[in-house]
């Protein structure tokens, strides 16, 4: 410590910043590393931050105008007791399988609060769903049969909604799941004829409930001005469309897709623009066209992203050629995005630092320490499981902790754990 903060410039704080230190140490939830890695049996393991996601949360909710619901989209970090903790700070969760949705309920929230979004959904799902009075986001006509289905052979009437593939796409999101053809939604071209069929059986057997619509375009957008135009494609297009439906909007979920800065040259996202943009839009166009309409902004990685590090252990030190090797005791199986192989074109260094030494050795290296140039390799047996190409390192030693940020979102969860058979990490939240 200190490693360098991507963003730098911008006036809020993100990643390493975001961390305290103690005696030279990271800590994460005021715990230093090398004692969160006693507590945890070893490495590697992950760490989140409790406070950190508090205060996300509180900055997002001030950004907002009142009145906007804020949904956590559990996708991004399913760790039960993250869930419980979230479950206190947000308005509901979007879930995206019957398994994110169980764990959903197991905080209490109820189904009301919750909405299953996802190409897929299978008809046992759906009828889980159904049954726990969860809102099902229909990806398609044929969805709507099996959720009709459902609510028949239970005597539940199914709370729906329509996913809609907007005309449009997000400029600028790391991750495109709108405009041009989709596994996600329905095409809005299509939507009229999938309300009109929704409307044509409103007490019968097969009844369902229509609240409203839901458009996701993109995530890991690091412009407000493309969430903003975004959000003005997306109204406009919902307002257009609750013409055709067979009762008031009363549900517009808005998407999201704030991102969050991975390496230096990004620009960390600042939310107020989008708060503004969007109180614009509800004094006008929502209010206008959509009066019953509860909008809702889904955030995953925005909210938890910066909030957890990868703390891993350096198992050996060597040279090949010229090139130093810390080799850690983890890597892509637990933290597979840090490694450039989760849907991005290019790879570039995630924030990464020595955080702290084995127990009773000493600090992690102090500001002004002499660093060397490294490659931080996890311990599969495949190049792919690179950390960190050629970083700037105070010198570590085997026992020596690395932290890799920005670990808290599509971490563990999205990496493949089975990968060379090597034990699944802790997971603990500070
Ligand atoms: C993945 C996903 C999200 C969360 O995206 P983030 O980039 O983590 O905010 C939200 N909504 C839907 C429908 C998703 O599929």
Same mark, same amino acid.
């Given at each position: 410590?200190?490693?360098?903060?991507?963003?730098?410039?911008?006036?809020?704080?993100?990643?390493?910043?975001?961390?305290?230190?103690?005696?030279?140490?990271?800590?994460?939830?005021?715990?230093?590393?090398? #004692?969160?890695?006693?507590?945890?049996?070893?490495?590697? %393991?992950?760490?989140?931050?409790?406070?950190?996601?508090?205060?996300?949360?509180?900055?997002?909710?001030?950004?907002?105008?009142?009145?906007?619901?804020?949904?956590?989209? &559990?996708?991004?970090?399913?760790?039960?007791? %993250?869930?419980?903790?979230?479950?206190?700070?947000?308005?509901?969760?979007?879930?995206?399988?019957?398994?994110?949705?169980?764990?959903?309920?197991?905080?209490?929230?109820?189904?009301?609060?919750?909405?299953?979004?996802?190409?897929?959904?299978?008809?046992?799902?759906?009828?889980?769903?159904?049954?726990?009075?969860?809102? &099902?986001?229909?990806?398609?006509?044929?969805?709507?049969?099996?959720?009709?289905?459902?609510?028949?052979?239970?005597?539940?009437?199914?709370?729906?909604?329509?996913?809609? @593939?907007?005309?449009?796409?997000?400029?600028?999101?790391?991750?495109?799941?709108?405009?041009?053809?989709?596994?996600?939604?329905?095409?809005?071209?299509?939507?009229?004829?999938?309300?009109?069929?929704?409307?044509?059986?409103?007490?019968?057997?097969?009844?369902?409930?229509?609240?409203?619509?839901?458009?996701?375009?993109?995530?890991? @957008?690091?412009?407000?001005?493309?969430?903003?135009?975004?959000?003005?494609?997306?109204?406009?297009?919902?307002?257009?469309?609750?013409?055709?439906?067979?009762?008031?909007?009363?549900?517009?979920?808005?998407?999201?897709?704030?991102?969050?800065?991975?390496?230096?040259?990004?620009?960390?996202?600042?939310?107020?623009?989008?708060?503004?943009?969007?109180?614009?839009?509800?004094?006008?166009?929502?209010?206008?066209?959509?009066?019953?309409?509860?909008?809702?902004?889904? #955030?995953?990685?925005?909210?938890?992203?910066?909030?957890?590090?990868?703390?891993?252990?350096?198992?050996?030190?060597?040279?090949?050629?010229?090139?130093?090797?810390?080799?850690?005791?983890?890597?892509?199986?637990?933290?597979?995005?840090?490694?450039?192989?989760?849907?991005?074109?290019?790879?570039? @260094?995630?924030?990464?630092?020595?955080?702290?030494?084995?127990?009773?050795?000493?600090?992690?290296?102090?500001?002004?320490?002499?660093?060397?140039?490294?490659? &931080?390799?996890?311990?599969?047996?495949?190049?792919?499981?690179?950390?960190?190409?050629?970083?700037?390192?105070?010198?570590?030693?085997?026992?020596?902790?690395?932290?890799?940020?920005?670990?808290?979102?599509?971490?563990?969860?999205?990496?493949?754990?089975?990968?060379?058979?090597?034990?699944?990490?802790?997971?603990?939240?500070?």
């Amino acid at each position: 410590m200190p490693p360098t903060t991507p963003g730098t410039g911008s006036a809020s704080a993100s990643g390493p910043a975001l961390f305290g230190s103690a005696a030279g140490e990271l800590t994460v939830g005021g715990v230093p590393a090398s #004692l969160i890695a006693e507590r945890a049996g070893g490495t590697p %393991l992950f760490a989140y931050d409790r406070k950190l996601v508090v205060e996300r949360v509180a900055a997002v909710r001030e950004a907002l105008p009142a009145g906007v619901k804020l949904s956590y989209a &559990v996708k991004a970090n399913p760790m039960p007791a %993250l869930l419980h903790h979230m479950s206190t700070l947000v308005d509901g969760f979007d879930v995206a399988s019957s398994g994110e949705m169980l764990a959903a309920l197991d905080t209490g929230v109820p189904g009301a609060r919750i909405a299953f979004a996802g190409p897929g959904k299978t008809a046992a799902e759906l009828r889980q769903a159904v049954a726990a009075g969860v809102l &099902v986001e229909l990806e398609s006509a044929g969805e709507l049969d099996r959720v009709r289905a459902a609510g028949a052979a239970l005597g539940v009437r199914p709370r729906v909604a329509v996913r809609v @593939n907007p005309p449009f796409a997000v400029h600028g999101s790391g991750m495109r799941m709108g405009g041009g053809p989709q596994q996600f939604g329905v095409d809005a071209e299509q939507v009229p004829e999938l309300l009109a069929e929704i409307a044509r059986d409103t007490s019968g057997p097969g009844a369902v409930g229509f609240e409203g619509f839901h458009v996701f375009a993109g995530s890991q @957008n690091l412009s407000a001005e493309s969430i903003c135009r975004a959000q003005r494609e997306t109204v406009a297009l919902v307002a257009e469309l609750a013409e055709h439906a067979p009762a008031p909007v009363r549900y517009l979920n808005l998407g999201g897709g704030f991102g969050i800065p991975y390496s230096a040259r990004d620009v960390p996202l600042d939310p107020r623009p989008i708060g503004e943009n969007l109180a614009e839009l509800l004094e006008t166009t929502v209010r206008r066209a959509l009066p019953q309409a509860r909008p809702v902004i889904e #955030l995953g990685r925005y909210l938890v992203g910066e909030a957890g590090v990868y703390l891993t252990r350096v198992v050996d030190r060597k040279e090949s050629r010229g090139t130093t090797y810390l080799v850690v005791d983890g890597g892509l199986h637990h933290q597979l995005a840090a490694t450039g192989n989760l849907g991005r074109a290019l790879r570039r @260094n995630y924030p990464i630092a020595v955080a702290g030494h084995a127990a009773g050795t000493g600090g992690a290296g102090r500001s002004g320490e002499p660093t060397e140039t490294v490659d &931080v390799v996890g311990c599969l047996c495949t190049p792919l499981d690179l950390l960190g190409r050629a970083v700037e390192l105070p010198r570590a030693e085997p026992g020596a902790l690395i932290a890799v940020f920005q670990a808290g979102a599509y971490g563990l969860t999205a990496s493949p754990t089975a990968f060379l058979g090597h034990p699944a990490p802790r997971e603990l939240l500070l």
